[in-house]
């Protein structure tokens, strides 16, 4: 091959790559433009978080007759610990449906600690532990409680 | 995230890639990551279940039924409690799943496939009873931590697949095993990848029964995902968890098995018994194996009222862990009588058994029913509440109805 055709063949590759580079360029250009005009496009995860605050702020943190609504728990001094501390891993039903003393919370968080990956909750423990104490105390049903919220019916037998 | 948004990202993402913001998408996904199906969590339709089951907890998921939904001898899936430790695995391919046996004491390791478990091994079907060690723990004073079961945490469900031992004698067992353990793809509720929800099992003689089953089918279909799709351990008669779901791997130990939920206080009670609110160290506690004797009253759903001079008939089912239900008794008068049911023979070993009877009342007036089995050995129900527990176990005092008569 000569010098010259091994030069026409560089000027042939380097065409090509020019206009590759400069198709890209514009392409790239033009989606900068359209990110200028329109930035929340490409952000997807700013476009979410605006989204879902925008749209439901006033309703994230509702309280309805004294509920809380997004977790179904009292509103009382200490919600926000505990929706922030206890409602991560698991549901606030599960919360709710326990009824302990001060002392046996306290193991239960404990427990958590070392078996559940609970993080340290610092001076919130307390302020968690008298939040569930006060709303959810234990209830004193005796060896058997009595039949309640019986739904009756009529039966034609 | 709503459906549409999701729809739109996942459109965004080719366009992504080609701006170089890949890892912009993949952080944002990492974050907001939550899959479809449980965004929009109504459990009644993604588990198909019958609209009268009652959700304990939602993370996890945690659903039990109502005695009257559980009136039919075979439970169908709209009526059976579900009991998750873990989240359900998101993405099971049962064409890839494997069972691996290994263990200490397995003599050659061995992995199948599903479709060599169902070709290689005899395929058994078996109507059994599995009971959430649980079930009734709401009863318990002073209360005991956990869902707060009434009395739906029950079925039983006819449950096709091969028999464990036929499996682990295939892979060869050692003679110094004393357990099995298993271990499952769920996730943990920290999403901590390397710690499991539940990895429990039973002793070899347990494991070794011809019931005790590895199965893929339930009510003749696959079993749905919520019970353990593609593959479930049944081990019927015995805390429900030892049936462990999405079962990947069976480990054979040359000891008691230690994973997670097998130590500690999880599913033990206390070897001595101790007085309500007592508390127990953890060396005093011993694992439950079998169920206690228990029924229920499926018919009529209570709260009926009913027209004086008219007898009254009540069905329902019983059983007794690893033992048969001898007799099955009702009063209506708080125990102070007994009558005797008609009690049918269970359809196979660990299966409920079906009770019926016809009750006649004396005059107007307020009743409840009150039912009462006996086992084979003759022990029976408690009226009251039995051996207070620190985790609310085995709870197996009579079941009862309110009836009406006007």
């Known amino acids: 091959m000569s010098n010259e055709e091994i030069f026409k063949k560089y000027i042939k590759k380097l065409y ?5 580079f400069s198709s890209l360029f514009i392409v790239t250009g033009g989606l900068l433009v359209f990110y200028s005009v329109n930035p929340s496009f490409f952000n997807f995860k700013k476009e979410t978080t605006v989204n879902t605050v925008s749209v439901e702020e006033d309703d994230y943190d509702k309280i309805e007759n004294g509920i809380h609504v997004r977790t179904g728990l009292i509103e009382a001094e200490g919600l926000t610990a505990v929706v922030n501390n206890c409602t991560n891993c698991h549901s606030a039903k599960l919360v709710i449906q326990n ?3 001060k002392e046996r919370w306290n193991s239960t968080i404990r427990w958590m600690q070392e078996t559940q990956n609970l993080w340290d909750l610092g001076k919130n423990q307390e302020i968690i532990v008298n939040y569930l104490i006060t709303n959810y105390p234990p209830l004193e049903v005796g060896r058997r409680a009595t039949l309640s919220n019986i739904d009756w019916y009529e039966l034609n037998n | 995230m709503k459906r549409r948004e999701f729809a739109k990202k996942a459109t965004l993402s080719s366009l992504a890639a080609l701006i170089g913001a890949e890892i912009v998408y993949g952080s944002s996904l990492l974050e907001d990551y939550n899959p479809l199906a449980l965004q929009d969590p109504d459990p009644f339709k993604m588990f198909n279940k019958h609209k009268e089951m009652v959700v304990l907890n939602d993370k996890p998921w945690n659903i039990e039924a109502q005695a009257h939904l559980l009136d039919d001898n075979i439970t169908p899936n709209s009526c059976m409690f579900i009991r998750n430790n873990g989240l359900i695995p998101q993405e099971i391919d049962a064409k890839k ?19 060599e478990l169902k070709s290689k091994f005899k395929q058994y079907t078996y109507q059994l009873t599995l009971e959430c060690g649980g079930n009734g723990r709401s009863e318990f004073n002073p209360p005991a931590k956990g869902n707060q079961w009434t009395v739906g945490a029950v079925h039983c469900a006819s449950w096709t697949g091969v028999r464990l031992k036929d499996v682990l004698e295939d892979a060869g067992i050692k003679s110094n095993a004393v357990y ?3 271990h499952a793809t769920d996730t943990h509720l920290s999403m ?3 710690k499991e929800p539940i990895s429990r099992g039973c002793p070899m003689s347990k494991a070794l029964q011809d019931e005790t089953l590895l199965a893929f089918k339930m009510n003749d279909e696959d079993i749905p995902v919520a019970h353990g799709y593609p593959l479930r351990l049944v081990a019927g008669g015995w805390p429900a968890s030892v049936s462990g779901k999405w079962v990947n791997r069976i480990s054979i130990r040359d000891k008691v098995h230690d994973g997670t939920k097998m130590t500690g206080t999880a599913y033990r009670v206390p070897c001595n018994p101790v007085a309500p609110g007592d508390k127990v160290k953890d060396e005093d506690m011993c694992i439950i194996e079998s ?14 009222i009913i027209k004086e001079g008219k007898s009254l008939n009540i069905r329902g089912h019983a059983w007794a862990g690893e033992l048969e239900v001898g007799k099955l008794e009702y009063s209506i008068d708080f125990g102070s009588t007994w009558k005797t049911c008609s009690l049918e023979k269970p359809a196979n070993r660990l299966a409920w058994q079906h009770f019926t009877a016809s009750v006649d009342f004396p005059k107007k007036g307020y009743y409840e029913i009150w039912a009462r089995a006996t086992d084979s050995l003759g022990n029976s129900q408690p009226m009251l509440l039995p051996g207070w527990n620190p985790k609310g176990y085995l709870n197996n005092a009579c079941h009862r109805i309110a009836v009406k008569v006007s």
């Not at chain 1, 090509?16 to 590759?20: D, N």
């Not at chain 2, 799943?97 to 263990?103: A, C, E, M, Q």
């Open chain 1, 16 to 20: 090509w790559l020019t206009t590759i």
């Open chain 2, 291 to 304: 169920m206690p004797v228990k029924s229920l009253i499926t018919y009529p759903k209570s709260g009926a």
């Open chain 2, 97 to 115: 799943w494997t069972l691996t046996i290994d263990g200490e004491s397995v003599l050659k390791e061995k992995t199948y496939t599903l479709d």
């Open chain 1, 99 to 101: 009824r302990m003393n």
């Open chain 2, 180 to 182: 099995i353990g298993y």
């Open chain 2, 192 to 194: 901590d990848p390397t």
